[in-house]
């Protein structure tokens, strides 16, 4: 497999087998891999430097692939990229991946290069983050627009890992 830094273009051909729709992370790095010129994989990498790390997500395995073992082999370049200070800044920091594929937990859990931070087995309250938001500065106060914006609600169980190394 080879492991190629892109623009966000790419997204295109991985969005049709991502689980969320969601718009585009915020000053993210894009990483695909491909076998023989074929597109494979594929994560986003944004800064979170608020908690001295960086944060993976938009994790897809093309179907055909998946079960194969690239797409954890990818994901562990990618992160060791990032916390040898190939990422954004130069800095050397761990990186957070949450994801909700069973088979994705296990593997991760597992894995030395990995330790668990925290697992949710049920989705968070999207009110609560709303009145977050709106008491932030970041909401609409004052507009007669509805404020709908607001993360959770949903029924997913979701757990967290750090990367921390080979």
Known sequence: MEIWKVNGTYWKYFK?????????????????GTVDGELVCHVAVCPLFTANAYRATRLVVMPEWQGAGVGTRFLNEVMQYHLEGEGRKG??????????????????RRAKEWEQTNARLFGTNKNKSRASIMKTGKGMPGSKRKMTAGYGGHFRAVQSFKYIGK
Do not use: M
């Open 16 to 32: 049709a087998h991502y689980y969320l729709d969601l718009p585009h992370p915020p000053a993210a790095e894009y990483f695909v």
């Open 91 to 108: 800095h050397k920091y761990p990186t957070f991946f949450h994801t909700s594929h069973p088979q994705l937990c296990n593997y991760l």
